[in-house]
C-alpha cells in the first residue's frame, strides 16, 4: 500500500544518457520564478489550503522539494525508480536493517567501512538482528553464511580499504534462489563507475558524502530501489524515525552531481596513474587497486565496473606509512574519501579503529596499510607530492 505521506518525485525534465541524466534528472524549472536551480525549501513546515487539504506537501520530514529532487536524480543516476535519503551513510544502512531484517539475521562483507561494521556488531544485536561476517569475494562462503532467517545480504564493492570485489551478479543469484535481498554500497565505485541494480541488486546504497557530493562539505546517505513495496516501507521506517537529510545538504549534494560525470573521469585517471606509481615504488610492499592487472579481483572488476575510481590502499612498513602520511603536502591526513582534494589515512587508527585487532589483522588492515582518496588535481603533482615524502623515507 503506498504511504499517503509521501509526494511524487519532482519529475525528470528530460531522459538521457549519463552525463545527460547528471545535469538534468530530477530537476525542472522553479514554476515561479523560472530560476534553472532547484532552490533551497528551507522551511520546516507547510501552509494548508484547509483541514486535510494541502499540496502535496505537509511537513519537513514527511516531504521536501528540495530533497525530493536530489532523490530523484541520483535513482535516475543508478537507474532506479526510487531514491530515499538520509543523514548519513550509516542511517541509510541501518534504516534498511530495520526494514527488512527486524528480528532476522543478516550476511555481510567483513572488510567493511570500520563504521558499518561496529553498527552491525555492536548495535544491530541490541535490536535482535544478528548479523555473520563473510569474506565474499567467495560466492560460496555467503551462501554458507545463509540461515533460514536471513533477509539481507550487505556487499561493498570495491571495499574499504582493501579494495576487495564482490561478484554482485554471482551474489544476486543467491540472493535471488533464497529469497533473500541484496544491497551493495557502492559507495567507492559511484554510479558513474558500477550500477548494482542492473547486475540483480534489490537495492544500491550511497554515502553521498563521498564521490555523489564530491565537495567534502555534507554528509548524507542515500537508498535507491524499484521496488514500489520495499520503497514504501523504507520511507515508512524513515518517517518513523526520522534520519532525514537537511535541505541544505540535500542541495549540496544536487549541486555535485551535476559534474560527477567530469569529477570521476579525473579520479579514475588519476587514481591508476598513483596506483601505477606505487606498483613501482620500492618502499610499497602491495598496492591494492583493482584497475591494477595485479589485484585478483581486476578481471571482475572490469566485467562490473566501466572505472576503478580513485580510492586505493598500499602496505608499506609502520614506520614509512607514518612518515608518508605525515609528510605529503597535497594528500590532506583527513577520514572520508572521495572529494576533489585528495586525502591520506592509516585505516588502523582511523577509520577502522573500532575494528577489534585480531579481525583487522586477519583481514591485512596492518598499521602500515595507507589508504588514499586521490582527487582531480593534476596526477603530475599528486605523483611528484608523494615522491617526495616517499623520498624522505628513504
Known sequence: ???PSRSEPVPETRAGRFDTLCVHAGQSPEPVTGAITTP??????????GIGRHRGYEYARLQNPTREASEANIAALEG????????????????????????????????????TTR??????????IEVTLADTRDPGAVEAAIRPETRLIHLETPSNPLMRIADIRAISEIARRRGILLCVDSTF????????????ADVVMHSTTKYLSGHSDLLGGILVVNDDALADELHFVRKSTGPLPGPMDSWLTLRGTRTLHLRMECHNRNGVRIAEFLESHPAARAVHYPGLASHPGHELARRQMTGFAGMLSA?????????????TRLFRLAESLGGVESMISIPSVMTHASVPEEARLRMGITNGLVRFSVGIEDGRDL????????????
Not at 565505485?189 to 540483480?200: C, F, K, M, T, V
Open 1 to 3: 500500500m503506498s504511504d
Open 189 to 200: 565505485a559511484s554510479p558513474g563507475n558500477q550500477r548494482p541494480l542492473s547486475l540483480g
Open 315 to 327: 602496505e608499506f612498513s609502520q614506520a614509512d606509512a607514518k612518515r608518508l602520511v605525515e609528510r
Open 40 to 49: 533551497i525549501f528551507q522551511t520546516s513546515t507547510y501552509v494548508q489550503d
Open 80 to 115: 532506479g525508480r526510487h531514491g530515499i535519503a538520509f543523514s548519513s551513510g550509516l542511517a541509510a544502512i541501518e534504516c534498511l536493517a530495520k526494514a527488512v531484517a527486524a528480528g532476522g539475521h543478516i550476511v555481510s562483507e567483513e572488510n567493511t567501512y570500520g563504521g
Open 119 to 128: 553498527m552491525f556488531t555492536r548495535i544491530l544485536s541490541r535490536l535482535g
Open 383 to 394: 605523483v611528484e607530492d608523494l615522491e617526495q615524502a616517499l623520498r624522505n623515507n628513504e
